[in-house]
Each structure stands twice: as structure tokens, then as C-alpha cells.
């Protein structure tokens, strides 16, 4: 059974940083095979929206919203993803989701997100 976890939620000030870790319960990103993992948010009232996104070979994706903020990356022994976020603002203030997608684990996971507020 595969199982994602996450932490490192809470509450920031505007512009300061946060880091988010994604820790999975198996292996993962485990050559050659295709494996993505996704962080998505949630903010109340709105639809979840992703946020970044690495894969296998390295490759990163960021919102047009986080880029130049935010940065992804992943520690294969630890089995973990970190989000780093910088200069947060009130508008990430949203519970964000870590999601992998592996067609060799056998399809989608979702974790159970953590929330992250942003305010002074």
C-alpha cells in the first residue's frame, strides 16, 4: 500500500519561507520507471490548483503564480519532496496536497495535506 505523507505546514508572515515535505512509503522515483509527484493547493472556496511537479528524469513544472518563489526537490533515499516556498503571500495562504502518480506503484495517491496560512 502506498502512502504519502506531508508536513511542514503553518503559519508564516507575508515574505517569509516555509518548507514543505512530502514523504512517501515506498520507493519512489525509481529508475527507469516514470514517477511524478505533484503538490496541489486548495484555497476555501476554490478549486485545487497544482503547484509544482518533478519527475523521474529531474525535470520541474511550476505554476506561473510560484515561479521564481517556490522550488521542488527530492531526497531518493529519505523517499521525501520538499516544496520549498519563499516570499510567501497571503494569496498561498491554501492546504496543499502532495500526489503521485507512478504506473508502476499502480496508479494515483493523494496525501492528506497540511495547511499553510499566510498573515501577519
Partial sequence: QVQLGESGGGLVQPGGPLRLSCSASVTI?????????????????????????????????????????????????????????????????AVYYCYLNSARLGGDYWGQGTQVAVSS
Fill in 29 to 93: 522515483f525509481k529508475f527507469p520507471a516514470i514517477d511524478v509527484i505533484c503538490w496541489f493547493r486548495q484555497a476555501p472556496g476554490k478549486q485545487r490548483e497544482l503547484v509544482a511537479t518533478v519527475a523521474s528524469c529531474g525535470t520541474t513544472n511550476f505554476a506561473d503564480s510560484v515561479k521564481a518563489r517556490f522550488t521542488i526537490s527530492r531526497d531518493n533515499a529519505k523517499k521525501t519532496v520538499y516544496l520549498q516556498m519563499n516570499s510567501l503571500k497571503p494569496e498561498d495562504t
